[in-house]
């Protein structure tokens, strides 16, 4: 019985680990491919698979998207404006869930009912009215109109309120007692120890904000504004796809995104998994 029982747990972890494998190399075999195709000198991503690994490989191609047009300056862009809506999300969406989560005043369900109905529009609903906005304002064509439209996001408030729900009142009580402000509270105390969920909240706001392609577009109108996601897409032309340069371009965009990643990965992990762990 014992060894039947033995042999079904080794089907099973076979499967498991088979199963596994095909995700990671699923996962990683896109990636492979635009890799290997920005370090060849021409051709398709995958025209035959003989060409899957380069037989001869060059780095041209990385040197030749940098100095193109203004890639350089898309580049920038895209990190001034990433970095600019991250830091707002964090600030801005930790100080309405702490108003939300810590303090009880009348119509507070009714500001939180709205603020997720609000992660029920579609986005392209609201482009024609925040181009309105945007242009009356003044600010199309500038770095504000990139940001500040995107500051607050009803994910982060929702995210940053759940987490904020299930810290102890205590932490605020004993704080008040030693003289502390609502915003000493928040920013030395509970921001501190909510960490994976900042964590959680940045890279989804992160990635979110560096890949985006549609409101960058419609914003903006001269090169010096656009971002990287619109300089990758110039290499997509009427008279065919630039692959090569598509692909060292596309490979440049990551390399962002992958030291976030990696620099931040155990506090993402424990944010995400820390909501299953009750004491």
Known sequence: MIIK???KYKIKRTLAYILLIFLVFTTLFP??????T??????????????LIPKKITFQNYIDVWKSSNFNRYFLNSVIVTFSVTILNIILDSIVAFALSRKKFKGANLVLIIILGTMMIPPQVLMIPLFILIKKLGMYNTYWALILPFAVQGFGIFLMKQ???????????????????????LFKILMPISRPAIAVLGINTF?????????????????NMRTLPIGIAYFNTL???DYVHLMAGSSIATIPVIIVFLAFQKQIISGLVGGAIKE
């Not at 932490?171 to 007692?177: H, P, Q, S």
């Not at 979110?208 to 392609?213: A, L, R, Y």
């Open 163 to 185: 987490y904020f729900d299930g810290l102890p009142m205590s932490l605020d009580e004993a704080a008040r007692i030693d003289g502390a402000s609502d915003l000493n509270i």
């Open 38 to 51: 920005s370090v060849k000198s021409e051709g398709n991503i995958l025209p035959t698979w003989d060409s």
């Open 207 to 223: 990635l979110t904000t560096w890949n985006s392609f549609l409101y960058p577009l419609i914003f903006t109108n001269t090169d």
């Open 5 to 7: 029982k033995d042999y």
């Open 31 to 36: 990636l492979y491919i635009m890799l290997s």
């Open 239 to 241: 008279h065919g796809v």
